[in-house]
């Protein structure tokens, strides 16, 4: 189905839109391209901020449906100015190291990455997402938050606030592409008796969203919730100034990239918060263990998809938040396809995986590529749902699934008749898929070398060799 696309709004100005935004400019189609951030600068999830306020943090929180987040106001590093900026409280902590070799992580058409340590630092990614973003910034209003997106006609009514003017503003688009991630929304469960034990322990209980540095628990008894690479990092950073052991509740055993023998003691899911009355600061887990006296709970559980802009739309795209509703390959919005979602999925190498979705969205809406019917697209996701379950393994491209959904949608965007200045982001290779599945071992050799790993550039360094055995029937 042909689609009249001249104008698209871009909802975010990190990675995702950054890419997005150079694949629908190769097409050389477009008329207007505008890339919203709310964000005082590109970088999108990679921008940190040291002040990081839990006071707005609900526990538990199990509903997707809130606001439009508030910016926190703090003085601009800008020597032309004296003005406050916006920042907005993202995962990123102080010490955080990527969890993907720079090779992997990096844009295929910029490898300058690969001048920092193996896993860089999360001050070397942001320097390096701003600098790939410097040849499309002529296109980006920063400090610019959509506060709507509402049909109109045959196309979108994008509604925006200037955070620092409150000038709002009306805009028409004939397509949408939101890419502005899924890490607003932190996921704390309901467990038994948290609400009471909150209530009397004030303060104890948070989520990594608001993790910056392990000073505040030094100690102090803590358990951490989660073992995924961020959830076994934050406890890491935390175990060298807190009591030990840190006890890690995990729903499953999981490679671990630290060396943990010393200070980590493994523990099922919680079962219940106890009550103050029956213990002081308790917890029991689900194998009956108890801890007690404890200091601090910190939820290295997730997040839900949230997008307040997107309310009206119907279908709707947020329902338990576990998930975006009615959308096919991750990408598109099945009932209206002018609306496009690049950065849904997760478990995966993500810059790569964005280049190719962008590449697939610019060929559609550029009229070089077709979609299916509504009834093929809405069977794609049908499947997807017998397949994985409608909840939070929707959007999982774990064991390499992320690796083949990429080449697939490279394959995709090469079905269009090829042109003059075509972008093409490259396939993985079987030795990429080798990489992908020893990236804990690897970051684990990695971080057993101390500030020596600073040096590391190449994963020969560590000790790994590639000789392809077993891996091209894998991938």
Known sequence: MPYNIRNVAIIGGGPAGIATAKHLLAERYFDRIDIFEQQASTGGVWNYSAYAPSEDLRIPQTNPHQPLEEPTWQPSTDADTTRSKPAFATPMYDRLESNIPHFLMKHPDDDSLEEQPLFAGRGSVLEYLNRYADDVRYLIHLQTQVYDVRRMNDGWLVETIDLVSSTVSER?????????????????????????????????ITH????????????????????????????????????????????SKKPDFQSSENWKKEVPEIAEFISPSEAPRALRFADGQVVSEVDAVVFCTGYYYSFPFLSSLQPPVVVSGERVENLYQHIFYIDHPSIAFVGMPFKLIPFRTWEGQAAVIARVWSGRLDLPPKQEMKRWESDRIADRGAGRKFHDLSKLEDFRYHNDLVDWALQAVPREGDRIPPKWSVRDAWIRTEIPAIKKAFADKGDARHLVRRVEELGFEFHGEGMTKAF
Do not use: C
């Open 172 to 204: 028409f688009y004939d397509a949408v592409v939101v890419a502005s991630g899924h890490f607003a929304v932190p996921a704390l469960p309901d467990i038994p008796g948290i609400r009471a034990w909150n209530m009397e322990h004030p303060g104890i």
């Open 208 to 251: 990594s969203k608001y993790y910056r540095k392990p000073d505040s628990f030094k100690d102090k008894k803590v358990v951490v919730v989660g073992n995924s690479f961020s959830g076994l990092d934050i406890a890491n950073q935390i175990s060298t100034v807190s009591k030990h052991p840190v006890w890690n509740s995990e729903r």
